[in-house]
Structures are given as C-alpha cells and as structure tokens.
C-alpha cells in the first residue's frame, strides 16, 4: 500500500508565501507529481520532480527529497487565484500514480 | 483540441441501476485511468489500461467494471449501483514521455 501525507488545510494573505509538505511512503517511486485543483474542476498539472532538488516554473517551485520521502510546493507572491487543493502524487510504477488527501490553500485579501 | 471528454457531466440514478460514464481521448494516449474523489480521502484509482484491449485493477475497483476496445474510449461501469458509489469521477491519460495525466472535467454520481 501507501501512505502520501500531506496538511489538509493552510491559509495565507495575499502576496506572501506558502509552502506545502508532502511526506510519502510508498511500495515504489518513479517521481512526484504536484497538481493543482479549482472547486468545482479537474486536477491540473503544476510540476514534476523525479531527482532530488529544486525545480522552479514561475511562482511556483517544487523540492524533492527521495531519501527523506520528502517533497514541498512552495507558492510565491500569492494570489486570490490561487486559492485552490494541491495534491501530492507519487508514481509507483508504470502504471500507478498514487494521490495524497490534498491541501486546500485559502488566500486572503 | 478536445483533450479528454468525459460525459455525462452529472447524473442522479436510483440504486439498483446500471450506469455506464463515458471517456473520450484524442491525445492518441496509451494509458488511461478512472478515479473517483471523495472528500478528505483523494483520488482513488478504480481501473486503468494500460493499452487498447488490456485493462487492470486500481485501489477501489469493486462494484466497476471498464472495458478498452480502442485506443480513445475507456467506459467505466456501475452494474448496479450503491449510494457508497456516489462520488465525484475523473477519467484520465497519460503522456508516456512526460508521466503527466490529464483529467477529464469530471463527473458527479450520485446513488440514491
């Protein structure tokens, strides 16, 4: 089986910073999947780390720690827009992308 | 560019009924999924092909049977369905190069 933990909620104010833990136990790893998901809406495609490191598009940046079963999203200079659930996948294998619970993130004005 | 069409968008069904929910790709992708979401417990997978005419068994797949008899269309059906089954359904892809899936907008189930 396996076990992908992340917080389930977290607010934030406008313009500032956000970052989001994912902690993962899981029967195999091929890389680690962060997508981001609007009320109401699909998932959609935010970023990808399968080495360990940091990985920046934009505003939003992406770590990932395979010894440490470890990752986070970090949200920079946040929006109203992104009020939004971020979920945390791991790929197991071929075939299996595994999701977290997800974060729900609320930004304040 | 369609992407991922899933249909119906919502559907209200006594228990007891047979569903099917519909998905159509025309990425051309191999690998396809059915999840379902509920709150405070994620995506979960039912079903995935991995290519036309072979199909597997996800996290959940009791009560849901899928079928893939081409490389677009991968139904996902309820033969008869519980109010457990009331669930919001994403149906998804996958980019073999990439690892990226790409949802569908969804549908929402609800048993009665």
Request: charged share 25%.
């Given at each position: 089986g396996q076990n992908i933990d992340q917080p389930t909620e977290m607010t934030a104010t406008e313009g500032a910073i956000v970052q989001i833990n994912c902690t993962y136990q899981t029967s195999g790893f091929n890389g680690l999947f962060w997508y981001q998901q609007h009320a109401?809406?699909?998932?959609?495609?935010?970023?990808?780390?399968?080495?360990?490191?940091?990985?920046e598009k934009g505003r939003f940046s992406s770590f990932l720690s395979r010894s440490k079963g470890y990752s986070y999203l970090l949200l920079k200079e946040l929006q109203m827009k992104d009020s939004a659930s971020y979920l945390c996948a791991v790929r197991e294998n071929d075939y299996k992308l595994s999701f977290g619970a997800g974060t729900t993130v609320t930004v304040r004005a | 560019i369609a992407g991922i069409t899933q249909a119906p968008t919502s559907q209200i069904l006594a228990a007891g009924r047979r569903m099917t929910l519909r998905c159509t790709q025309d990425m051309r992708h191999n690998a396809m999924y059915w999840y379902r979401q509920d709150l405070g417990l994620g995506l979960r997978l039912i079903h995935y092909s991995n290519t036309a005419g072979t199909?597997?068994?996800?996290?959940?797949?009791?009560g849901y049977s899928v079928s893939r008899a081409n490389t677009d269309d991968f139904p996902l059906t309820l033969a008869s369905a519980v109010p457990s089954q009331t669930s919001v359904y994403f149906c998804a892809s996958r980019d073999r190069n990439t690892g990226e899936l790409f949802f569908g907008e969804g549908s929402r189930l609800t048993v009665l």
């Open positions: 109401g809406e699909a998932p959609t495609f935010l970023s990808y780390n399968v080495l360990d490191g940091l990985e | 199909t597997g068994k996800g996290e959940v797949p009791d």
